[in-house]
């Protein structure tokens, strides 16, 4: 899933559809592979950053996210340069993942049913 930026983008989506096509057919089974486990390992292909953070690896890419229950949610990405996450990348994550949160427990958000019933 794409975690969007509440200003109608997907940086994590654009992010993905710019690479390469067998960088992103790459990262399409690390997703389909990580979302069937519970606990992830492959520490060649996904990092835990910290911070309710992790990362996907492909080859000189991160795709950067957060885990909503089982679901993964990408919130951006970029070229790696450094072994360590940049602390400007885990602060960009953690603002779009309480941006995330945010509006989910809005009341806007909930069933169109709900509402209706009133």
Not at 75 to 84: D, F, N, S
Not at 100 to 105: D, N, R, V
């Amino acid at each position: 899933m794409w975690c969007g930026d509440g200003k109608g983008a997907f940086p994590g989506r654009e992010y993905f559809l710019a690479l390469q096509p067998v960088d992103r057919s790459k990262f399409t089974a690390s997703f389909i592979k990580r979302t069937n486990e519970w606990e992830w390992h492959n520490v060649d292909r996904y990092r835990d950053e910290g911070d309710g953070i992790c990362a996907f690896k492909i080859h000189g890419h991160r795709l950067v996210g957060f885990r909503d229950g089982r679901d993964v949610l990408i919130t951006h990405g970029y070229a790696k340069k450094t072994e360590k996450m940049p602390k400007r990348e885990l602060a960009r994550a953690v603002a779009l993942r309480s941006l995330y949160t945010e509006l989910k427990a809005s009341p806007c958000q909930k069933d169109k049913g709900d509402a209706e019933e009133n």
